[in-house]
Nanobody, 117 residues
């Protein structure tokens, strides 16, 4: 079955960096666009962060993270990554990787990122 297993996250000071990882299994990873979203504590909505096309040639970022975050993927090891630099307190959220397979969405378990002094 489709699985997305996340790692990374934690507590970092403003201006710091973190890297999130998302390891996939159960589907043809190399054929799928991978997405990253985040959810701020107390809010129901998932905020789009970034996506990367199946071959890694195309990436799109939200305006709030553009220039600070970089999404990448390794199709050999079935993983996608979100490198985050110049983190701000407003980046504090739970981050999720996401994929759509056969019209169904799958989510990782979430990685908590806290940006604070």
């Amino acid at each position: 079955q489709v699985r997305l297993v996340q790692s990374g996250g934690g507590l970092v000071q403003p201006g710091g960096s973190l890297r999130l990882s998302c390891e996939a299994s159960g589907f043809a990873f190399e054929d799928k666009t991978m997405h990253w979203y985040r959810r701020v504590s107390g809010k129901d909505q998932y905020e789009f962060v970034a996506f990367i096309s199946f071959n890694g040639h195309n990436t799109v970022y939200s305006d709030s993270v553009k220039g600070r975050f970089t999404v990448s993927r390794d199709n050999t090891n079935y993983a996608t990554y979100l490198q985050m630099h110049s983190l701000k307190p407003e980046d504090t959220a739970v981050y999720f990787c996401n994929v759509q397979v056969l019209d169904q969405e799958y989510w990782g378990e979430g990685s908590t990122v806290t940006v604070s002094l």
